[in-house]
Nanobody, 125 residues
Framework: QVQLVESGGGLVQAGGSLRLSCAAS????????MGWFRQAPGKEREFAAA????????HYADSVKGRFTISRDNAQNTVYLQMNNLKPEDTAVYYC??????????????????WGQGTQVTVSS
């Protein structure tokens, strides 16, 4: 069982930066691949970024590539999402998720086992 708690969301102007954190409970955090998804009003939840359990491999949606960076600290049971050059279209609730047997499907929402409650990111123009 893994519990996830996101933090770091807020209101920022276009071009600004935010860093999201996701703190995980449990002693098996380092066994889980981690992802960040986002959901804008009226839209489906979509993949943003993911990182393998070791942190060696990362994967990004085309819409955030070059602007967002996912990282993790297994000693601190935390995964991060550094978001730079934010755009109004990045406005969404951001969720972190954990999954174990998802290699090859790391961008697929349904493959993740645990989800946080989400944190709101609002980018003003």
């Amino acid at each position: 069982q893994v519990q996830l708690v996101e933090s770091g969301g807020g209101l920022v102007q276009a071009g600004g930066s935010l860093r999201l954190s996701c703190a995980a409970s449990g002693r098996t955090f380092s066994s889980y691949h981690m992802g960040w998804f986002r959901q804008a009003p009226g839209k489906e939840r979509e993949f943003a970024a993911a990182i393998t359990s070791s942190g060696m491999i990362t994967h990004y949606a085309d819409s955030v590539k070059g602007r967002f960076t996912i990282s993790r600290d297994n000693a601190q049971n935390t995964v991060y999402l550094q978001m730079n050059n934010l755009k109004p279209e990045d406005t969404a609730v951001y969720y972190c998720a954990a999954g174990m047997n998802i290699l090859g499907y790391i961008a697929t929402r349904s493959m993740y086992d645990y989800w946080g409650q989400g944190t709101q990111v609002t980018v003003s123009s």
